[in-house]
């Protein structure tokens, strides 16, 4: 059985950084590829980043390009998002994601609020 749990989340000023992790278990991690999306209150889900299996090579909005980095630990079955120089706009819900022949999965989500 899948299953993807983030934990990580919070309330930061702008500026600030977080870091997002993602655990993954049910398949074979370094297997697949993993991402995380947001979704903003009245906004629809977005792609915020994307790691190839095996961590090959990442993919990012535009919008976080420069500013938020996506790394894969295969020992610990874990995917992050290291967050740097938050800005208001970036709070939402994140959540991590993957495929697994063919079917999507979403852990629960984490809120990410960034305000002074």
């Known amino acids: 059985q899948v299953k993807l749990v983030e934990s990580g989340g919070g309330l930061v000023q702008p500026g600030g950084s977080l870091r997002l992790s993602c655990t993954a278990s049910?398949?074979?991690?370094?297997?697949?590829?993993m991402s995380w999306y947001r979704q903003a209150p009245g906004k629809e889900r977005e792609l915020v980043a994307l790691?190839?299996?095996?961590?090959?090579?990442?993919n990012y909005a535009d919008s976080v390009q420069g500013r938020f980095t996506i790394s894969g630990d295969n020992a610990k079955n874990t995917v992050y998002l290291q967050m740097n120089s938050l800005k208001p706009e970036d709070t939402a819900v994140y959540y991590c994601?993957?495929?697994?022949?063919?079917?999507?999965?979403w852990g629960q989500g984490t809120q990410v609020t960034v305000s002074s």
């Open positions: 790691i190839t299996s095996a961590g090959g090579s990442t």
């Open positions: 994601n993957t495929v697994v022949f063919g079917r999507r999965y």
């Open positions: 049910g398949f074979t991690f370094s297997n697949y590829a």
